[in-house]
């Protein structure tokens, strides 16, 4: 008999659709032990994996070890098992002798697709929008025939809209899971391993808020689609302090998990549009992120080798502060944006991209942090985070870490952008137009600290060009720079 081993991220029916074998569930106590990650993320993890075992009820063998070595040296039969998602895995599973390694599922261009892709580039780089049309034509996704619904493939320029002067964007709140027996089990074990000292945690604990089970995340999506997707589009980029969700799907974690399908997902928003229920700018937006950049990220972590994840161009060696790490410390930080990002983040585990890349990301390029701490924390501290997300989305978009391989430009900026897209300035003590003195925005100063200190490795970049000139006519170059250099990763 053959059983086949799903991991916590491979846990929808299209892991399990094509064998009747009985299934292996392992439940790897030192995953927590290793590392601090949110409370969330470790409950969401469990809860998932239980569920799930659950929902199988005699066909799986769910083992509870310290390792996964430890599990799989008690079993004779041989294995099958979908490829894992990152290189540790892989390498592990392909160390096995009688383990027979499946492709990867969950994505919607394979590995092989997607090389041969890159072969055909050649010397060109490898645009995510280009990878991103030639998969809404494969898939048949809003194209007639090989042409673009709209009369055009991208509608980012759409998409950019400043929030309403309002505390919230008025959307309905998304759907809420009910917690039940299971996650009361995975709270009393998460409380014992704190209190036993097998394992610590950062972040606050629940209420659970993503879902776990297949039927969860197929309510979660429908919902999306009928309250949230119409306003998805214009309002993606926007912040706003007393909206956390704004129009955001929330789908990112059951979609790592593997309870959703992306093209499941893909579909149910394009018959959104296709019923004029939602605009094309808010579904094309959306698939976008699914067909285009989560696939793209995902074939990136592959194409660019183990070895990505420590590449640093930027020379960047300065230590992520426990301000920042801990979650702690949000209360402390006057600077009211990134207070409340790490709020969110405190308290979910979760904010939307833009927080993610514009505030927390931005900051910690302008500070010079280690690309490796920084993208460790990012992984530990979301529910979403997995090492196949978080190496390329850090590494090469919010760091610029590569020098360019993934991104054509550092994604920097200034309070002025912060301004512009969120409500956060208002209450601040920081000024976003001011660069020296008491007032000065930790983003507006840093941003022009960030192009002094990296100007030669950025020199013969074309998109940030005229920023690397404009610094050279500030009258207070110098007395920035050295107050950036005092205040350095001090809390801001």
């Known amino acids: 008999m053959?059983?086949?081993?799903?991991?916590?991220?491979?846990?929808?029916?299209?892991?399990?659709?094509?064998?009747?074998?009985?299934?292996?569930?392992?439940?790897?106590?030192?995953?927590?032990?290793?590392?601090?990650?949110?409370?969330?993320?470790?409950?969401?993890?469990?809860?998932?994996?239980?569920?799930?075992?659950?929902?199988?009820?005699?066909?799986?063998?769910?083992?509870r070890a310290d390792t996964y070595q430890q599990a799989l040296n008690g079993i004779r039969e041989?294995?099958?098992?979908?490829?894992?998602?990152?290189?540790?895995?892989?390498?592990?599973?392909?160390?096995?002798?009688?383990?027979?390694?499946?492709?990867a599922r969950g994505f919607t261009t394979s590995r092989e697709d997607f090389e041969e892709w890159a072969g055909r580039r050649g010397a060109k780089r490898l645009l995510m929008e280009d990878?991103?049309?030639?998969?809404?034509?494969?898939?048949?996704?809003?194209?007639?025939?090989?042409?673009?619904?709209?009369?055009?493939?991208?509608?980012?320029?759409?998409?950019?809209?400043?929030?309403?002067?309002?505390?919230?964007?008025?959307?309905?709140?998304?759907?809420?899971?009910?917690?039940?027996?299971?996650?009361e089990e995975v709270r009393a074990d998460l409380d014992r391993w704190e209190r036993e000292g097998q394992a610590s945690?950062?972040?606050?604990?629940?209420?659970?808020?993503?879902?776990?089970?297949?039927?969860?995340?197929?309510?979660?999506?429908k919902r999306f689609i009928v309250d949230r997707l119409p306003d998805f589009g214009p309002y993606e980029d926007a912040m706003l302090s007393g909206d956390d969700w704004m129009a955001h799907s929330l789908l990112s974690a059951p979609l790592n998990l593997g309870l959703l399908d992306p093209l499941e997902v893909v579909d149910l928003a394009e018959a959104a549009y296709r019923s004029g229920d939602a605009p094309l700018a808010s579904v094309e937006g959306f698939v976008r992120q699914l067909i285009g950049w989560r696939d793209y990220i995902w074939h990136l972590y592959w194409h660019f080798g183990p070895d990505y994840r420590r590449r640093n161009k930027l020379l960047a060696q300065r230590k992520i502060p426990s301000w920042f790490t801990d979650l702690d410390s949000a209360g402390e930080v006057e600077a009211r944006c990134l207070s409340e990002v790490l709020r969110g983040v405190r308290e979910h585990g979760w904010v939307h991209h833009i927080p993610r890349l514009m505030v927390l990301g931005n900051y910690a390029m302008q500070r010079g942090w280690n690309p490796v701490e920084v993208t460790d924390w990012f992984h530990r501290s979301f529910v979403d985070g997995y090492d196949w997300v978080m190496v390329p989305n850090v590494v090469g978009m919010s760091?610029?870490?590569?020098?360019?391989?993934?991104?054509?430009k550092p994604y920097a900026a200034g309070g002025a952008y912060i301004d512009k897209m969120s409500d956060f300035c208002g209450d601040c003590r920081y000024n976003p137009k001011v660069r020296v003195g008491e007032d000065a925005c930790p983003f507006t100063a840093g941003y022009w600290w960030f192009l002094d200190r990296n100007a030669d490795r950025l020199r013969g970049n074309q998109r940030i060009a005229r920023q690397l000139s404009a610094r050279n006519r500030l009258s207070d170059l110098a007395e920035l720079v050295t107050q950036e250099q005092e205040r350095g990763s001090d809390t801001p």
């Open 131 to 183: 990878f991103y049309r030639e998969a809404r034509v494969r898939l048949g996704v809003l194209v007639d025939g090989s042409s673009p619904v709209g009369g055009q493939w991208n509608f980012d320029h759409d998409n950019r809209d400043a929030p309403p002067r309002a505390k919230t964007l008025g959307t309905p709140e998304p759907w809420w899971p009910e917690e039940d027996e299971i996650d």
């Open 78 to 103: 041989p294995l099958t098992v979908c490829s894992p998602t990152t290189y540790a895995a892989e390498e592990f599973v392909r160390r096995q002798p009688r383990i027979d390694v499946l492709p």
């Open 201 to 221: 945690f950062v972040g606050v604990d629940g209420p659970r808020r993503f879902a776990v089970t297949r039927s969860e995340a197929l309510q979660a999506l």
């Open 399 to 408: 760091q610029y870490a590569d020098g360019g391989a993934l991104a054509t």
């Open 2 to 63: 053959t059983l086949r081993w799903i991991f916590g991220d491979q846990l929808g029916p299209h892991f399990v659709s094509d064998t009747d074998d009985r299934l292996l569930m392992i439940e790897s106590a030192r995953v927590f032990a290793r590392r601090r990650f949110h409370r969330q993320k470790a409950h969401l993890v469990l809860s998932a994996m239980r569920h799930r075992a659950a929902e199988l009820g005699d066909r799986v063998d769910y083992v």
